[in-house]
């Protein structure tokens, strides 16, 4: 049977860490096994989905490299499917029209609470055959009594609870529109979903599926229920532990590939392996490998993965994802291999290669009269000197600037900082040698002149 995993978001917000993680199991399990990724949108909550969050979720997706093959489906446009399943259940006798307003309900949960007990649902119209006229219902799933509701979770073996622990819930509001459960069992019967790769915090959820789907005569999916990822404190994931959306996570040079690495290694192992490449993941990941135990989120360990790719990415892909133009006398190859290798992110590369851009820099002018007049001075004889040798090599780079200090006796920061400050307008960049490869003689002599 051909393998068939969703990934099922809610247009109600940014992607957060978590959400992403199971999109990118169920992208790699898909993979490994030569099956299908349907991207389905859960989007039935009216009041909190947006176009907006929508439009984020298929733009991070597609930035990612998490391709799908079927989709996007929206569930907003799936009612009348809903509809249809909702009525043959009732005239199976399987669920069943409830007439109690919210105020009674209120009153019930009330009265509940005075009385310290859980609220259940009474089942005021679970036999009743009236049907009042003009008046909002909602359809309940008939709940069987005293049932063992069971299912297979990949991680955590086989699962079983009594029905009688479970209410007769809704499944239809009194818009038309499905609660969660009914609406997920739904289309994963629909789009012949054959995986179900999620968060254990949609275990609770599994138990009332399961009875939709029994309900329906329909085959059960394969459940994996991963770990959560929880911050180093071993609380909760939350913005305080680093972990943010991955719109921030991309605003903040981020590569792709870092974010799908580390995301998978929150849970999942291959040895003791850390950097992957996209092919490998593909090739090796299996549910097998996943550990039921929680994950802590590291950003330190995040930024490292991040720093490990960008030494590793083609310069001729780095160049496009840094979307800027160099001027034509840098050598931009020597650019971008010097600066990635001191770079955290995509960020840093950028900033580190502005003095790469414009022929004339702009300098702070701070900065500027920071360098005396003595140091332009000295800046002056290197210009004279520097130009008569005319290094071609980094070696011969070193070997011209050393015998410029020992021939006026100086010292490394006597020349160093002037020069980086004129040559760079910053005083963080690259090493002062890389700088002089990086620009070539020509430029190196323009700038001196220009501001001494």
Not at 14 to 31: D, Q
Not at 304 to 329: A, F, G, M
Not at 358 to 384: A, G, P, R, W, Y
Request: hydrophobic share 35%.
């Amino acid at each position: 049977m051909s393998i068939r995993v969703r990934f099922a978001p809610s247009p109600t917000g940014s992607l957060h860490l978590g959400v992403v993680r199971t999109a990118i199991f169920n992208y790699l399990f898909s993979k490994k096994n030569k099956g299908k990724l349907i991207l389905r949108i859960e989007d039935t909550d009216k009041e909190r989905s947006t176009n907006d969050s929508f439009n984020e979720i298929i733009s991070n997706l597609s930035w990612l490299g998490i391709d799908w093959d079927e989709g996007p489906i929206k569930q907003s446009d799936r009612l009348d499917i809903y509809d249809k399943f909702a009525s043959l259940l009732i005239s199976e006798g399987k669920a069943y029209r409830c007439y109690a307003s919210q105020d009674e309900i209120n009153l019930l949960k009330e009265k509940a609470k005075l009385e310290n007990k859980i609220y259940r649902y009474p089942r005021i119209w679970r036999d009743k055959t009236e049907r009042p006229s003009n008046q909002e219902y909602v359809v309940r799933f008939k709940t069987p009594d005293n049932e063992e509701v069971e299912f297979k979770d990949s991680l955590r073996g086989k699962i079983s609870i009594n029905s009688s622990n479970i209410d007769d819930f809704i499944i239809l509001k009194s818009d038309g529109f499905p609660t969660y459960n009914f609406a997920s069992s739904i289309d994963d019967i629909e789009m012949g979903i054959t995986n179900v790769i999620r968060g254990e915090d949609h275990l609770s959820n599994t138990p009332k599926q399961v009875l939709i789907f029994n309900a329906l005569k329909k085959n059960i999916p394969e459940f994996t229920h991963v770990s959560m990822i929880l911050g180093k404190d071993k609380t909760k994931l939350s913005k305080r532990h680093g972990a943010e959306s991955i719109q921030s996570f991309k605003d903040k040079g981020f590569l792709p590939i870092s974010i799908i690495n580390y995301l998978t290694r929150l849970g999942w192992s291959h040895g003791d392996q850390e950097i992957f490449a996209l092919d490998e993941l593909k090739e090796l990941f299996t549910i097998d490998n996943l550990n039921k135990s929680p994950a802590v989120f590291d950003i330190e360990k995040f930024k490292w993965v991040n720093s490990s790719h960008i030494k590793n990415i083609p310069n001729s892909e780095l160049i496009k994802r840094l979307d800027i133009s160099l001027i034509p006398d840098v050598d931009v190859e020597k650019a971008l291999t010097y600066i990635k290798e001191k770079s955290g992110d995509i960020n840093q590369i950028r900033d580190s290669l502005k003095f790469c851009e414009t022929h004339k820099i702009l300098i702070n002018e701070d900065l500027l009269n920071s360098v005396t007049k003595d140091q332009k001075e000295i800046l002056s004889n290197f210009s004279n000197f520097y130009n008569n040798a005319s290094p071609k090599t980094v070696e011969q780079i070193k070997d011209s600037f050393n015998e410029f200090l020992n021939l006026h006796n100086l010292k490394m920061k006597e020349l160093a900082f002037p020069l980086r400050i004129i040559l760079t307008g910053s005083k963080k960049s690259p090493g002062i040698f890389e700088i002089l490869d990086i620009l070539g003689v020509k430029i190196v002599i323009e700038r001196i002149k220009e501001y001494c």
